[in-house]
């Protein structure tokens, strides 16, 4: 089946070391997200892609960047984790005119 | 985006209807209505989208109110699966649409 597929499920890393997490898409969707959900909050999204194009939210820190090398892979890199940024990340997709996002299972990211 | 108000959480019987309600009177007229629902440790699913009819599909029916300022989801007999956290979400058709989620209502189904 098409899906949206996040790796690793959990992760944990250190106060302060960079960390990189993983979304793969098999539907061919040309816009990809990335969302924060904290505990008990709902998710907030962090910045897409449509196409190519970087679409960075004014209220994203800039501790958070993201790359996408093409259509199927998007990564979230977390230059200097802090103890706030313990959330699940949320990879979702879209296509132009076909309503309905997409989310992965999330990747929850615990600092230490 | 437009502003919404769903009821923090609501409690339903099994297999029972359910009507989940959202109030989002600064709803623009291009808007569509959009839930979502994310299960315990999931990401959100899509559900249903409407803009001015009613709608249905497997999972669920929409209403929403001839002004468009309300709209209410619809499980026809709930199921203990149904049991998660459901989000009305008025997006822009456009292909810069984007969801910004709520608060949300949390739905507890019981035995």
């Known amino acids: 089946d098409a899906m949206v597929i996040q790796n690793p499920r959990y992760q944990v890393t250190q106060f302060g070391k960079p960390v990189t997490l993983s979304c793969s898409q098999t539907?061919?969707?040309?816009?990809m997200y990335w969302y924060q959900q904290k505990s008990s909050q709902a998710p907030k999204l962090l910045f897409h892609y449509y196409d190519k194009d970087f679409n960075n939210e004014a209220d994203t820190p800039d501790n958070f960047q993201s790359r996408r090398p093409n259509t199927s892979f998007c990564f979230l890199d977390i230059r200097s984790p802090g103890l706030g940024d313990a959330a699940m990340y949320l990879c979702?997709?879209?296509?132009?005119?076909?309503?309905?996002?997409?989310f992965g299972s999330g990747t929850r990211l615990t600092v230490v | 985006d437009a502003k919404t108000t769903q009821p923090n959480s609501m409690e339903s019987n099994e297999e029972e209807p359910v009507h989940l309600p959202c109030n989002h009177s600064?709803?623009?007229?291009?808007?569509?209505i959009h839930w979502y629902r994310q299960l315990p440790s999931q990401g959100p699913e899509y559900v249903i989208h409407?803009?001015?009819s009613n709608v249905n599909n497997r999972m669920a029916s929409l209403a929403i109110a001839e002004d468009r300022k309300s709209s209410t989801l619809i499980l026809h007999r709930a199921t203990l699966r149904d049991a998660a956290v459901y989000y009305c979400i008025p997006t822009s058709s456009g292909s810069a649409r984007q969801l910004t989620f709520g608060s949300g209502t949390q739905l507890t189904v019981l035995p």
């Open positions: 539907l061919n969707h040309n816009v």
């Open positions: 409407g803009l001015t």
């Open positions: 979702a997709t879209s296509r132009e005119g076909v309503y309905g996002y997409t």
């Open positions: 600064t709803i623009s007229g291009t808007d569509y």
